[in-house]
């Protein structure tokens, strides 16, 4: 089973854990789950200072713009992350504007996670493995 980067948004401790016993309950024994996470460190350096991502897409006479800002405060462990859609799609005006919130993890949270939910051993894998960025935990973990 494989789940690349959407267990950052979850932010709560007990969605967290609730999710690692769902993934042990669909794995028979000697399943393996393979895990992509925002490694909290890495993010902290990473986006100290806010970073924003821009892009923009034409076609015919419609061009939308996509932004995202991301941030970190100091000493916390959770990105905000704000998007914009700005621009025309089929003529129409689009301006849609959300925030939300990641949450990044640490090793240690990380195999916690896992054992306490019934695995019996997790091994990090260098994100590589995955065609990962360098600000992610992988892990390998069996069932």
Request: with cysteine; charged share 30%.
């Amino acid at each position: 089973m494989l789940c690349r980067g959407v267990l950052n948004d979850l932010v709560e401790d007990a969605d967290r854990e609730r999710a690692f016993k769902a993934f042990a309950s669909w794995l028979r024994p000697g399943g393996m789950l393979l895990v992509d996470v925002r490694d909290l460190e890495s993010s902290r350096r990473r986006y100290a200072q806010q970073r924003t991502f821009a892009e923009t897409a034409q076609r015919d006479d419609d061009v939308l713009t996509f932004e995202s800002v991301t941030s970190i405060q100091p000493g916390s462990d959770r990105l905000e992350l704000i998007e914009r859609w700005q621009g025309t799609v089929a003529g129409e005006r689009v301006a849609v504007k959300t925030r939300f919130e990641m949450r990044c993890w640490t090793w240690d949270v990380l195999e916690r996670s896992a054992l306490t939910a019934g695995f019996r051993t997790v091994v990090a894998q260098e994100p590589r493995v995955l065609g990962a960025h360098s600000d992610r935990l992988v892990a390998a973990a069996l069932r």
